[in-house]
């Protein structure tokens, strides 16, 4: 009888260790297909601000997909916020005129206190910026579909081969990229700041997107920050899931 109750205690032990160690597999399997998920298929963004309203208002969850133009490594892995280190991106699609894009904020326009902002896009690589400084420092734009500006001065937002002179007269709207665009870029700024009269044909490494908020007054983008390289976007806003005014539940962006 002993031996019988010791044998099914025995049996009794191994099967809740398999069952914990069952369970504990399960579990770390779903964990990395969540992390696979958020990292490289869909995931959720809060609204963090005003700037996109009335299409987007401050505190609705949108639905992000990160396939809509690349397959690749995330700039940063989702809930661990760890930075990898690697740029390996199979574009198969590009960003259109008003797509409302996610934008990792830390990474490439210098926004420190902002993971990522929610921007719309409304100018792509090959469009010419007609700008011109206010007095808050911010550039008022026209692209070249529109009037022109007379006051304004021509600048080329920059795809990926394309070459563009740098000088002193428009270093202002180029710096920026230029520092994200490779130590090349950061050369030329030094060799500009040192010798005002120094120019230079430089050739860029990324492509670039110019995007505004919809509540105008109120967005901190490209008009401030400059142009966004492509290495930056996080992915395309596909649905409204959770909508402050709840009657455009499930509503197509």
Do not use: C, H, W
């Not at 002993?2 to 205690?9: D, G, L």
């Not at 960003?95 to 904020?105: F, N, Q, T, Y």
């Not at 100018?123 to 007609?130: A, C, E």
């Amino acid at each position: 009888m002993k031996i019988n109750q010791i044998e099914n205690t025995s049996e009794t032990d191994i099967f809740a260790s398999l069952n914990i160690r069952s369970v504990a597999e399960v579990f770390f399997i779903i964990i990395l297909v969540i992390l696979f998920l958020k990292s490289f298929v869909l995931e959720f963004y809060k609204v963090e601000s005003s700037s996109m309203e009335p299409e987007l208002a401050k505190g609705d969850i949108i639905l992000v997909s990160r396939l809509a133009y690349f397959f690749g490594f995330p700039t940063r892995i989702p809930v661990i916020a760890y930075n990898p280190g690697l740029y390996l991106r199979i574009n198969y699609s590009e960003p259109k005129l008003g797509d409302i894009i996610v934008i990792d904020a830390k990474e490439t326009v210098n926004i420190p206190e902002s993971n990522f902002i929610i921007k719309r896009v409304t100018g792509i690589p090959g469009d010419t910026l007609f700008l011109r400084n206010t007095i808050s420092g911010e550039y008022i734009y026209n692209l070249k579909r529109n009037a022109v500006n007379k006051f304004g001065r021509e600048l080329l937002i920059p795809k990926f081969g394309d070459y563009v002179n740098i000088d002193i007269n428009n270093l202002k709207f180029y710096a920026q990229i230029l520092l994200n665009d490779g130590k090349n870029g950061k050369i030329l700024i030094d060799s500009i700041n040192q010798n005002p009269l120094f120019t230079k044909k430089y050739k860029f490494q990324n492509s670039y997107y110019f995007v505004t908020g919809d509540n105008s007054e109120l967005s901190l983008d490209s008009r401030k920050f400059g142009l966004v390289p492509d290495k930056s976007i996080i992915g395309r806003a596909e649905l409204l899931i959770f909508p402050r005014d709840k009657s455009n539940r499930f509503n197509l962006l």
